[in-house]
């Protein structure tokens, strides 16, 4: 039951963020909307406002703003085929900016809960590298081999890739004094380099902005890396989570608490922003993509081409998903009796 309520919990902020940003754009530009659906499948609940209505539906796996024109001829000078090729791009990205807006927002509630760690020294660890040479709780750390330090990551950037078997300089601000340790870093038990120092953790809404806008942009730099890797055919089907495999993962993140939870929303909904962009048929970036040859070429492609096109597109993703979902199926061991 956890995981159920979990899951739905996750799917249908991550989609109604999606689908908002393309419909409140797609107002902002004046194209109209027929109807804003939030699921699939039999209604739930619908409520006609205005020119448009709004639904919920069964299945809270997808969703879609369904705008006059978009996939079918209309002589409504609102339709979507007759805004400017840029407001219509402008519409189509808009549900994945909205994907990493919820991130940044996410992220930013994690770290504030948790704290942003700082540059001053918490605890320094018994019989530590840090410790035997005489560093203190309270201690700042401004350089690292000579190197200004920003933030905790850079330490743990600067640590990390330091060899054990050379000395590192430390210098640190105590009592608004400068002062220079050289220490020996030995290795932790996740075989990184360490010295023995844990930073204080400082609550504040400036640095948790900050701290979700870092933490956005690193998983989006992951998702570049695992991209590269992808085609370079280092990626098998068992790298990649279809829906079985997405709804275990929240089970399993929501059994230890909120803040799990909304860490991982956060890592999917940039991954569901990330993904869309992508330029391949029947995403948002393939039709971004062919908006951009219309305004290229001054026209727009034949509808029934680019519908060609999407249709193959999306069904080799069916065909993907269904291959990802079956190795998810065995990976997790879903029907263990």
Same mark, same amino acid.
């Given at each position: 039951?956890?995981?159920?309520?979990?899951?739905?919990?996750?799917?249908?902020? +991550? &989609?109604?963020?999606?689908?908002?940003?393309? *419909? @409140?754009? /797609?107002?902002? %530009?004046?194209?109209? =909307?027929?109807?804003?659906?939030?699921?699939?499948?039999?209604?739930?609940?619908?409520?006609?406002?205005?020119?448009?209505?709004?639904?919920?539906?069964?299945?809270?796996?997808?969703?879609?703003?369904?705008?006059?024109?978009?996939?079918?001829?209309?002589?409504?000078?609102?339709?979507?085929?007759?805004?400017?090729?840029?407001?219509?791009?402008? +519409? &189509?990205?808009?549900?994945?900016?909205?994907? *990493? @807006?919820? /991130?940044?927002? %996410?992220?930013?509630? =994690?770290?504030?809960?948790?704290?942003?760690?700082?540059?001053?020294?918490?605890?320094?660890?018994?019989?530590?590298?840090?410790?035997?040479?005489?560093?203190?709780?309270?201690?700042?750390?401004?350089?690292?081999?000579?190197?200004?330090?920003?933030?905790?990551?850079?330490?743990?950037?600067?640590?990390?890739?330091?060899?054990?078997?050379?000395?590192?300089?430390?210098?640190?601000?105590?009592?608004?004094?400068?002062?220079?340790?050289?220490?020996?870093?030995?290795?932790?038990?996740?075989?990184?380099?360490?010295?023995?120092?844990?930073?204080?953790?400082?609550?504040?809404?400036?640095?948790?902005?900050?701290?979700?806008?870092?933490?956005?942009?690193?998983?989006?730099?992951?998702?570049?890396?695992?991209?590269?890797?992808?085609?370079?055919?280092?990626?098998?089907?068992?790298?990649?989570?279809?829906?079985?495999?997405?709804?275990?993962?929240?089970?399993?993140?929501?059994?230890?608490?909120?803040?799990?939870?909304?860490?991982?929303?956060?890592?999917?909904?940039?991954?569901?922003?990330?993904?869309?962009?992508?330029?391949?048929?029947?995403?948002?970036?393939?039709?971004?993509?062919?908006?951009?040859?219309?305004?290229?070429?001054?026209?727009?492609?034949?509808?029934?081409?680019?519908?060609?096109?999407?249709?193959?597109?999306?069904?080799?993703?069916?065909?993907?998903?269904?291959?990802?979902?079956?190795?998810?199926?065995?990976?997790?061991?879903?029907?263990?009796?």
């Amino acid at each position: 039951m956890l995981t159920a309520v979990s899951a739905i919990f996750v799917f249908l902020i +991550v &989609i109604l963020f999606h689908e908002f940003g393309h *419909f @409140i754009v /797609a107002k902002t %530009v004046g194209i109209k =909307v027929n109807e804003f659906s939030i699921g699939m499948g039999p209604k739930f609940f619908q409520k006609e406002r205005g020119e448009t209505k709004y639904s919920i539906r069964i299945l809270p796996i997808g969703g879609y703003v369904s705008m006059e024109g978009e996939d079918e001829g209309s002589s409504d000078p609102r339709s979507f085929n007759r805004v400017p090729v840029l407001s219509r791009i402008a +519409v &189509i990205s808009a549900g994945a900016i909205m994907n *990493f @807006i919820l /991130a940044i927002i %996410v992220f930013s509630i =994690v770290v504030f809960s948790l704290g942003m760690p700082t540059t001053t020294i918490q605890n320094v660890q018994p019989d530590s590298p840090a410790e035997r040479i005489g560093i203190q709780n309270g201690d700042a750390i401004v350089r690292i081999n000579d190197k200004p330090i920003n933030d905790w990551d850079s330490i743990v950037e600067r640590i990390n890739s330091a060899s054990p078997d050379k000395e590192l300089k430390v210098t640190i601000m105590r009592d608004e004094k400068e002062l220079d340790y050289s220490l020996q870093p030995t290795k932790g038990e996740d075989d990184r380099t360490i010295i023995g120092i844990e930073p204080v953790l400082k609550k504040s809404f400036l640095l948790s902005i900050k701290g979700g806008v870092e933490q956005t942009l690193a998983v989006l730099k992951m998702m570049f890396g695992f991209l590269r890797m992808a085609l370079r055919g280092q990626v098998s089907t068992r790298d990649l989570s279809g829906p079985v495999g997405v709804i275990y993962t929240i089970g399993e993140a929501a059994k230890y608490g909120i803040v799990n939870l909304l860490y991982l929303m956060g890592f999917i909904s940039v991954n569901l922003g990330f993904f869309n962009l992508l330029p391949l048929p029947a995403l948002d970036g393939s039709r971004i993509i062919f908006l951009i040859i219309e305004m290229i070429r001054g026209k727009a492609i034949n509808p029934e081409k680019e519908g060609f096109i999407h249709f193959i597109g999306f069904v080799l993703l069916i065909l993907l998903m269904l291959i990802v979902t079956y190795s998810d199926i065995i990976r997790f061991n879903i029907f263990k009796g």
